[in-house]
Protein backbone atom coordinates (compact mmCIF):
# COMPACT_ATOMS: atom_id res chain seq x y z
CA UNK A 1 0.00 0.00 0.00
CA UNK A 2 1.56 3.67 -1.38
CA UNK A 3 1.59 5.65 2.13
CA UNK A 4 0.67 9.24 1.11
CA UNK A 5 0.86 11.08 4.00
CA UNK A 6 1.86 10.17 8.10
CA UNK A 7 -0.06 12.10 10.35
CA UNK A 8 0.77 12.33 13.75
CA UNK A 9 -0.65 13.49 16.81
CA UNK A 10 1.61 15.23 19.78
CA UNK A 11 -0.10 15.43 23.46
CA UNK A 12 -2.31 12.74 23.45
CA UNK A 13 -1.26 10.69 27.23
CA UNK A 14 -0.82 13.06 29.77
CA UNK A 15 1.92 11.48 31.56
CA UNK A 16 3.72 12.54 28.18
CA UNK A 17 2.50 15.65 28.21
CA UNK A 18 3.58 16.48 32.23
CA UNK A 19 7.09 14.88 31.37
CA UNK A 20 7.01 17.29 28.27
CA UNK A 21 6.06 20.42 30.42
CA UNK A 22 2.77 20.71 28.19
CA UNK A 23 -0.64 21.36 28.82
CA UNK A 24 -3.44 19.55 27.89
CA UNK A 25 -5.08 20.36 24.12
CA UNK A 26 -8.44 21.55 23.98
CA UNK A 27 -8.09 19.53 20.51
CA UNK A 28 -6.01 16.82 18.64
CA UNK A 29 -2.55 18.51 17.54
CA UNK A 30 -1.55 17.65 14.60
CA UNK A 31 1.59 17.22 12.77
CA UNK A 32 2.96 15.57 9.12
CA UNK A 33 5.84 13.22 8.28
CA UNK A 34 7.76 12.79 5.11
CA UNK A 35 6.55 9.15 4.06
CA UNK A 36 10.80 8.97 3.12
CA UNK A 37 11.49 8.89 6.83
CA UNK A 38 9.64 5.41 6.78
CA UNK A 39 11.90 2.17 7.36
CA UNK A 40 11.09 -1.29 8.29
CA UNK A 41 11.64 -3.61 11.08
CA UNK A 42 14.97 -4.52 11.45
CA UNK A 43 15.95 -1.53 9.69
CA UNK A 44 19.08 0.78 10.98
CA UNK A 45 17.67 4.20 12.41
CA UNK A 46 20.41 6.82 11.48
CA UNK A 47 21.45 9.74 13.74
CA UNK A 48 22.88 12.11 12.07
CA UNK A 49 25.85 13.90 14.26
CA UNK A 50 26.03 17.40 16.20
CA UNK A 51 22.20 17.66 16.52
CA UNK A 52 21.83 16.91 20.20
CA UNK A 53 19.28 14.73 21.92
CA UNK A 54 17.07 11.99 19.87
CA UNK A 55 14.17 10.68 21.44
CA UNK A 56 12.02 7.35 20.54
CA UNK A 57 8.60 7.72 21.12
CA UNK A 58 6.24 4.42 20.91
CA UNK A 59 3.13 4.94 19.64
CA UNK A 60 0.30 2.89 17.69
CA UNK A 61 -0.60 3.58 14.26
CA UNK A 62 -3.14 3.29 12.32
CA UNK A 63 -3.25 2.48 8.34
CA UNK A 64 -6.26 4.03 6.26
CA UNK A 65 -8.34 1.64 3.83
CA UNK A 66 -11.17 3.23 2.92
CA UNK A 67 -11.26 7.01 2.21
CA UNK A 68 -12.82 9.48 4.40
CA UNK A 69 -13.87 13.06 4.21
CA UNK A 70 -15.83 14.63 7.58
CA UNK A 71 -16.17 11.12 8.40
CA UNK A 72 -18.46 11.21 11.59
CA UNK A 73 -16.79 9.65 14.78
CA UNK A 74 -18.83 7.06 14.70
CA UNK A 75 -18.13 5.69 11.15
CA UNK A 76 -14.75 6.42 11.84
CA UNK A 77 -13.14 3.16 12.59
CA UNK A 78 -14.35 2.03 9.39
CA UNK A 79 -11.49 3.87 7.57
CA UNK A 80 -9.28 1.85 9.20
CA UNK A 81 -7.88 -1.06 7.19
CA UNK A 82 -4.66 -2.27 9.47
CA UNK A 83 -2.95 -1.47 12.90
CA UNK A 84 0.94 -1.53 13.12
CA UNK A 85 3.76 -0.49 16.23
CA UNK A 86 5.26 2.87 15.28
CA UNK A 87 8.69 4.77 16.82
CA UNK A 88 7.96 8.55 16.05
CA UNK A 89 11.52 9.30 16.52
CA UNK A 90 11.91 12.82 17.45
CA UNK A 91 15.29 15.07 17.54
CA UNK A 92 14.34 16.57 20.82
CA UNK A 93 16.63 19.74 20.77
CA UNK A 94 16.06 20.36 17.79
CA UNK A 95 12.21 20.52 18.12
CA UNK A 96 13.08 22.40 21.52
CA UNK A 97 14.75 25.18 19.67
CA UNK A 98 11.97 25.01 16.78
CA UNK A 99 8.94 25.64 19.65
CA UNK A 100 10.75 28.18 21.39
CA UNK A 101 11.37 30.60 18.05
CA UNK A 102 7.40 29.73 17.15
CA UNK A 103 9.10 27.61 14.25
CA UNK A 104 8.05 24.36 12.98
CA UNK A 105 9.54 21.70 14.26
CA UNK A 106 9.14 19.43 10.88
CA UNK A 107 12.87 18.91 10.53
CA UNK A 108 13.49 17.84 14.12
CA UNK A 109 10.60 14.92 13.45
CA UNK A 110 11.09 14.65 9.57
CA UNK A 111 14.58 13.08 9.04
CA UNK A 112 15.11 9.77 7.37
CA UNK A 113 14.98 6.73 9.13
CA UNK A 114 13.01 8.73 12.14
CA UNK A 115 9.95 6.45 11.51
CA UNK A 116 9.78 3.00 12.32
CA UNK A 117 7.01 1.04 11.35
CA UNK A 118 6.16 -2.94 12.01
CA UNK A 119 4.69 -5.24 9.77
CA UNK A 120 0.93 -4.22 10.07
CA UNK A 121 -2.14 -6.32 10.85
CA UNK A 122 -6.07 -6.12 10.15
CA UNK A 123 -7.40 -3.98 12.41
CA UNK A 124 -10.34 -6.90 12.70
CA UNK A 125 -7.62 -8.95 14.82
CA UNK A 126 -7.83 -6.36 17.88
CA UNK A 127 -11.03 -6.04 19.84
CA UNK A 128 -10.41 -2.49 21.41
CA UNK A 129 -8.32 -0.46 20.35
CA UNK A 130 -8.55 1.41 23.45
CA UNK A 131 -6.97 -0.88 25.13
CA UNK A 132 -3.68 -2.15 24.02
CA UNK A 133 -0.53 -2.37 26.30
CA UNK A 134 2.90 -0.29 24.99
CA UNK A 135 5.88 -1.18 25.84
CA UNK A 136 9.25 0.26 24.68
CA UNK A 137 13.03 -0.96 25.88
CA UNK A 138 15.94 0.39 24.88
CA UNK A 139 18.64 -2.76 25.16
CA UNK A 140 16.54 -4.80 26.65
CA UNK A 141 15.45 -2.57 30.00
CA UNK A 142 11.78 -1.01 29.63
CA UNK A 143 11.38 2.69 28.91
CA UNK A 144 7.71 3.12 27.75
CA UNK A 145 5.21 1.38 29.09
CA UNK A 146 1.25 2.45 28.74
CA UNK A 147 -1.93 1.47 27.59
CA UNK A 148 -4.06 3.31 24.62
CA UNK A 149 -7.14 3.41 27.57
CA UNK A 150 -5.21 6.25 28.22
CA UNK A 151 -4.98 8.88 25.21
CA UNK A 152 -7.17 12.16 25.98
CA UNK A 153 -8.42 11.29 21.94
CA UNK A 154 -9.74 8.33 20.98
CA UNK A 155 -8.29 6.43 17.28
CA UNK A 156 -12.11 6.90 16.49
CA UNK A 157 -11.55 10.83 17.15
CA UNK A 158 -9.02 11.65 15.94
CA UNK A 159 -9.58 9.81 12.68
CA UNK A 160 -12.81 11.81 12.30
CA UNK A 161 -11.10 15.31 13.19
CA UNK A 162 -8.18 14.76 10.77
CA UNK A 163 -10.68 14.46 7.77
CA UNK A 164 -12.31 17.79 8.76
CA UNK A 165 -9.06 19.27 7.83
CA UNK A 166 -7.21 16.69 5.04
CA UNK A 167 -8.88 13.69 3.27
CA UNK A 168 -7.95 10.59 4.70
CA UNK A 169 -6.65 8.15 1.62
CA UNK A 170 -5.52 4.45 1.39
CA UNK A 171 -2.01 3.88 2.85
CA UNK A 172 -2.12 6.74 4.99
CA UNK A 173 -0.82 6.58 8.18
CA UNK A 174 -1.88 7.58 11.58
CA UNK A 175 0.32 7.75 14.39
CA UNK A 176 -1.62 8.20 17.84
CA UNK A 177 0.69 9.53 20.19
CA UNK A 178 3.04 8.39 22.68
CA UNK A 179 2.60 7.44 26.45
CA UNK A 180 4.93 8.70 29.01
CA UNK A 181 8.51 7.55 29.35
CA UNK A 182 10.63 8.98 26.01
CA UNK A 183 13.98 9.23 26.81
CA UNK A 184 17.35 9.30 24.53
CA UNK A 185 18.65 6.92 21.71
CA UNK A 186 22.36 6.19 21.33
CA UNK A 187 24.60 4.53 18.64
CA UNK A 188 24.45 0.81 19.61
CA UNK A 189 21.10 0.91 20.73
CA UNK A 190 18.12 -1.68 20.26
CA UNK A 191 15.05 -0.05 20.36
CA UNK A 192 12.58 -2.96 20.62
CA UNK A 193 8.48 -1.62 20.67
CA UNK A 194 6.04 -4.05 21.52
CA UNK A 195 2.07 -3.88 21.14
CA UNK A 196 0.67 -7.26 22.02
CA UNK A 197 -1.69 -8.42 19.10
CA UNK A 198 -0.85 -5.44 16.56
CA UNK A 199 2.65 -6.50 16.07
CA UNK A 200 6.83 -5.99 17.41
CA UNK A 201 9.42 -3.84 15.90
CA UNK A 202 13.15 -4.06 16.82
CA UNK A 203 15.88 -1.21 15.08
CA UNK A 204 19.38 -0.95 16.14
CA UNK A 205 20.70 2.75 16.31
CA UNK A 206 23.90 3.99 14.20
CA UNK A 207 25.17 7.37 13.56
CA UNK A 208 25.60 8.20 10.12
MG1 LIG B 1 4.90 11.34 18.84
Known amino acids: MLCRKIVCVGRNYHGHIAEMKSEDPMEPVLFLKPPSSLIGDGDSILLPRGIGRIDHEAELAVIIGNRGKNVPVEDALDCIAQVAVFNDVTARDLQATAKKKGLPWTISKGIDTF ?88 NPVQSL
Do not use: H
Not at 145 to 172: H, N, Q
Not at 177 to 200: A, F, H, M, N, S
Open 115 to 202: SPISDSCPVENVEDLQDLDIELRVNGVIRQRGSTSEMIFSVAELVAYISRWMKLEEGDIIATGTPEGVGPIQPGDLIEVVIPKVGRLA
